[in-house]
């Protein structure tokens, strides 16, 4: 794992900015600060893998599996789709496997009866952190479209209790026939705003997930422009004040002893080290280690624009874009006994 950088804010390298498309109105201050963050050799590797997204993965979701039978017969009908094998094992993550997107695992019958769940390996590895066990109250506060939801009920085995909060209309229906399709049966859906839950049940949830609405950076494509041009920095700003609000509600409905998993898709400080930081500066949170991560990780930021950090936030964790991985930032919070 890569020692984090210092940081001078310099113009943007115009080598890195001819990388992006020129229909990206902010190329310049996008470069400008993925420099700043990640130094230009790490930043033109960023850069070049936004433009190739040429990977899927996926994962076996018991909760749609009958008996052993039939997985058996599922893993044969995958590997005769695949051409042969399952795919490659992601690092780290047991029972997830990449695939080229070529390949069509999105078109395997078992997406659609939820048999099968494509996910991020990134995303996979956020409910890994968690580590949800069976018999647990769980909530996941911006769970739309629910594919993180899934992962915890399936670790799970749809005992306890989950609640997934989305407050957008139709994301929250969308997220409800995902989560049915795919057979969670532990999960009561809440229709509301994120950053009212921690007030109306205080320290009630034995762990936290918020993955939290950012300006997704990470999940870029040069090849698309829907997925950069509602970027920019003034975005990243609008951004980061929700999830201030909502870090604030994760962790008031927390229980003493448990744990909160704060994850984002953004490479950006503000929406990231900046707002853990602003957490523990008004409350007792305190930051645990991640024990594994991927190799193509860096510890996070303890300063930024010349301002020193909390140092501790060194134990949370950004994750590169590489291959199958979207890039992630995660930082797994604990809440203290009084």
């Known amino acids: 794992m890569a020692k984090a950088n210092k940081f001078v804010v310099l113009p943007a390298n115009p080598e890195l900015v001819a990388l992006l498309p020129e229909n990206f109105q902010f190329a310049e201050d996008f470069c400008q600060r993925l420099e700043a963050v990640f130094g230009p050799a790490q930043a033109g590797r960023i850069i070049h893998e936004l433009g190739q997204k040429t990977v899927s993965s996926y994962w076996l979701n018991d909760l749609?599996?009958?008996?052993?039978?039939?997985?058996v017969q599922l893993v044969e009908s995958l590997k005769q789709h695949l051409g042969g094998s399952l795919g490659e094992q992601v690092a780290l993550l047991p029972g997830l496997y990449s695939v080229a997107r070529e390949a069509g695992i999105s078109q395997h019958g078992s997406a659609e009866s939820g048999q099968i769940y494509i996910q991020n390996p990134a995303s996979y590895f956020a409910v890994s952190i968690l580590n949800p066990q069976q018999d647990e109250e769980i909530l996941d506060l911006a769970a739309a479209p629910g594919g993180k939801t899934l992962a915890i009920a399936a670790r799970m085995n749809n005992t306890g209790r989950l609640a997934a909060v989305e407050p957008i209309r139709g994301r929250f229906f969308r997220m409800q026939a995902n989560l049915q399709r795919c057979g969670v049966t532990n999960v009561d859906f809440y229709q509301r705003d994120g950053r009212s839950v921690g007030r109306a049940v205080p320290e009630r949830f034995d762990r936290v997930l918020l993955d939290a609405p950012c300006s997704s950076e990470s999940r870029m494509n040069w090849l698309d422009a829907s997925t950069y041009q509602h970027w920019s920095p003034r975005k990243v700003k609008e951004t980061q004040?929700?999830?201030?609000?909502?870090?604030?509600?994760?962790?008031?409905?927390?229980?003493?002893?448990?744990?909160?998993?704060?994850?984002?898709?953004?490479?950006?400080?503000?929406?990231?080290e900046l707002v853990v930081a602003s957490l523990l500066k008004k409350t007792d949170a305190q930051l645990m280690p991640i024990a594994e991560y991927p190799p193509n990780s860096m510890p996070g930021l303890t300063q930024w624009l010349g301002k020193l950090l909390n140092e501790n936030l060194a134990?949370?964790?950004?994750?590169?874009?590489?291959?199958?991985?979207?890039?992630f930032y995660v930082a797994k919070i604990f809440k203290p006994i009084a």
């Open 241 to 272: 004040r929700k999830q201030k609000s909502l870090i604030r509600s994760a962790y008031a409905a927390l229980k003493p002893g448990g744990t909160l998993l704060y994850c984002t898709c953004s490479f950006a400080p503000d929406e990231n």
């Open 315 to 327: 134990l949370t964790l950004r994750v590169l874009p590489d291959g199958p991985w979207d890039g």
């Open 64 to 71: 749609r599996i009958d008996s052993e039978a039939d997985k």
